[in-house]
């Protein structure tokens, strides 16, 4: 079965230091992956998605960016953090159309 | 853009209560997920409907696809403390992204 890590688990930045959150996958090949943000344990949005190396979506504009440098790994990256920033991030895979999200378990950001 | 409401947002009973939270759209999904989260950790799948009309249970849970695929609900009987969590629906639409809702926060107490 498929394995997600994330790290860090918790994350304290000041407001204009860059960022880079990282997840790799394990157990699986060609996932489409995903990052979410998820605010105050409510709702996840979604920021960014890939189906395949190099290919990245954005879902909404933002101060943030991903990339997808290797087939199981993806990264969330910023050139300076925003107060807004702040959030649980979740990095998620699947396989498949009616397949479930698999998600790690979160990295806990705060921007000061 | 496919929207997911979720309610109630909030719910807090004593042990044993039953309840039902919703999720509604204007959209039809092809599928609809239920995730259960708890505090620091990443959601976790509970069920997958996909056929209008469907039921499907999963001890003292039961969950329920409408008829037009476009709303859901989930069902639980006795509850216990140990189903504290945040319950969040999911859609998955023409294409392979899914659409949250932004939950129910359900908190039983002993």
């Known amino acids: 079965s498929q394995t997600i890590h994330q790290w860090p688990a918790t994350l304290v930045q000041p407001v204009g230091s860059p960022l880079s959150l990282e997840c790799t996958v394990e157990?699986?090949?060609?996932?489409?992956l995903y990052w979410y943000r998820q605010a105050a344990g409510r709702g996840l949005q979604l920021l960014f998605y890939s189906v395949g190396i190099g290919q990245i979506s954005s879902e909404v504009p933002q101060n943030l960016s991903a990339s997808r440098p290797q087939d199981r790994q993806f990264i969330l990256s910023s050139k300076k953090l925003l107060l807004s920033d702040s959030g649980f991030y979740l990095c998620?895979?699947?396989?498949?159309?009616?397949?479930?999200?698999?998600f790690g378990n979160g990295t806990r950001l705060t921007v000061t | 853009t496919q929207l997911l409401e979720q309610s109630p947002q909030f719910l807090s009973i004593q042990e044993g209560e039953n309840l039902t939270v919703y999720c509604n759209s204007s959209s039809v999904f092809s599928s609809l997920q239920w995730y259960r989260q708890e505090p620091g950790e990443g959601p976790v799948l509970l069920v997958t409907?996909?056929?209008?009309?469907e039921v499907k249970k999963l001890k003292r849970l039961t969950f329920q696809f409408g008829d037009a695929r476009k709303d859901s609900s989930l069902h639980i009987t006795a509850a216990q403390p140990g189903d504290t969590g945040l319950y969040l629906c999911?859609?998955?639409?023409?294409?392979?992204?899914?659409?949250f809702g932004k939950g129910t926060l359900l908190t039983v107490n002993p």
């Open positions: 998620a895979c699947h396989q498949g159309a009616n397949s479930p999200l698999h």
């Open positions: 999911a859609g998955r639409g023409s294409n392979y992204k899914l659409t």
């Open positions: 157990g699986t090949s060609n996932p489409n």
């Open positions: 409907v996909v056929t209008g009309g």
